[in-house]
């Protein structure tokens, strides 16, 4: 009898256990055997598994830390790659070199929902798309006007759209994965209101809580507002905070080391800094990266003379959160008094304002 027993339950730990983890069996079509798929987690990028490709075949295995998440299949350097919605059960995949993000992905009820959710949002991204081209294909001042208003609209229309499905179903995950992207975008009041329909298990998710510290961190800081103080750790391993940075103006730089545009304007940044640290201008960069090596290499390559912090939680840092950070790279101009003079300054307009500042 307690044999029985036992081999009952190991055997019911056995199926729990294996319900708990993945498993892709996919199809491939154009892609040279022995090439390497990656599954990584969307965020941060942490290698579930790998594998190459045989015949055609691949088989990818592993087990999420929660029951469903957002992970990406990819090619090497990314020449193919597509995100999806990943559940621990079995799961099978349809792919075409080339075409990775129109394959047939079944097994995930999760997935499912979100192909459904992206039907209903794509008729507002396409008016979007085509408002954009005909935007850059027009010089009338009149057309151009007309269709930044129209533009204008698109956001609430594709915010009330998604606002709309949460009401419907609380218990989105999807929908969670949405909000939380879009958070610094949205802002405050309009990411609360989706929020709050949340049901208490979606809340408890990963998601949910990502959200939740948001809520609680951001600060919608403006042009005229007061800094708001933060610590982080710099490339020596110290804590330095924000008001350890002492200068008649101080650039508050949100950046990344994987950020192209960041990089390019570093050059820049560098010399416009050389150029007045003698005047009194200071800057402190705030990092949105996970992988300290790489950036610390950044830091180097570059020759930023500043000081840099981060906390390596990438687009989740902290002090991105406070300041609402949702594109990089971004900056605040911060004055002798710690008020928010202006934001977004790079280049010539940088050099132009500190020039009238310093002179």
């Known amino acids: 009898m307690k044999k029985t027993i036992a081999l009952a339950s190991l055997l019911l730990i056995s199926t729990l256990t294996f319900a708990q983890n993945f498993k892709i069996d996919g199809t491939v079509e154009g892609l040279k055997n022995g090439t390497w798929l990656y599954l990584r987690l969307s965020s941060p990028q942490l290698l579930l598994d790998s594998t190459q490709v045989t015949n055609g075949k691949f088989v990818l295995k592993g087990k999420l830390p929660q029951p469903a998440t957002q992970v990406v299949l990819h090619t090497k350097q990314y020449a193919n790659y597509v995100f999806f919605w990943l559940e621990n059960k079995n799961i099978s995949m349809f792919l075409k070199d080339k075409e990775f993000k129109r394959g047939v992905i079944k097994g995930s009820a999760t997935q499912t929902e979100n192909e459904e959710i992206q039907k209903i949002i794509k008729p507002i991204q396409l008016k979007e798309d085509s408002l954009i081209a005909a935007f850059s294909k027009t010089t009338d001042t009149g057309i151009k006007a007309d269709i930044r208003k129209q533009l204008k609209s698109i956001k609430p229309e594709e915010y009330n759209t998604y606002l709309n499905y949460a009401r419907n179903k609380p218990n989105s995950l999807i929908i ?38 948001f809520l609680k961190l951001s600060q919608e800081i403006k042009i005229g507002s007061k800094y708001v103080d933060f610590e982080q750790t710099n490339a020596a391993g110290k804590k330095i905070k924000l008001s350890d940075i ?38 402190l960069g705030v990092a949105a990266d996970d992988n300290k090596d790489q950036w610390l290499k950044a830091i180097k390559d570059d020759g930023l003379p500043w000081e840099n912090v981060t906390d390596l939680k990438g687009s989740k840092n902290e002090a991105g959160l406070i300041y609402n950070i949702n594109a990089y790279p971004t900056n605040y101009l911060i004055d002798e008094n710690g008020i928010i003079i202006a934001k977004n300054l790079r280049g010539k307009a940088l050099e132009n304002k500190l020039a009238e500042l310093l002179p």
């Open 176 to 213: 969670a994965g949405i909000v939380d992207v879009y958070a610094t975008t949205w802002g405050k009041e309009k990411t609360e209101e989706i929020y709050q329909l949340f049901t208490p298990a979606l809340k408890k998710t990963t998601y949910g809580e990502s959200i939740n510290k």
């Open 246 to 283: 002492k200068g008649k103006y101080i650039l508050l730089e949100f950046w990344g080391s994987w950020c192209g545009p960041c990089r390019d304007e570093n050059p820049n940044l560098v010399k416009t800094y050389n150029a007045y640290k003698a005047k009194g201008f200071e800057i």
